[in-house]
């Protein structure tokens, strides 16, 4: 599975799920789900060591294009990691949370 609905997501996410924001910081201080850890998609490859092997990792970005991409990067690196459709704008549009304005 490389990709999950907005829901299953937000399930997982009031669990505490392990979510990271692959979008540039500007746009991760513009709105992101709260808890969400940015790592740009840049710098995921060479940060990787930073996300945990025992649990699944989420991956959002702002419509699911980036994450979807860097979602196959971790199961490639041995990453139980899946991407969120429709990303932090579904997320929003869902009337879900986002925090704005903190530093990364």
Partial sequence: MREIDRPV???AHADG???IDVREPMEYLSGHVPGARLIPMGQLASRAAELP???RV???CASG???LAMTD???RLGF????VAGGTSGWAADGRPVVT???P
């Fill in 9 to 11: 997501f937000a399930a």
């Fill in 17 to 19: 799920a392990f979510v």
């Fill in 53 to 55: 092997k025992d649990r």
């Fill in 58 to 60: 989420y991956v959002i």
């Fill in 65 to 67: 294009n980036r994450s």
């Fill in 73 to 75: 990067l971790l199961q």
């Fill in 80 to 83: 139980d990691a899946v991407s």
């Fill in 101 to 103: 304005g903190s530093t």
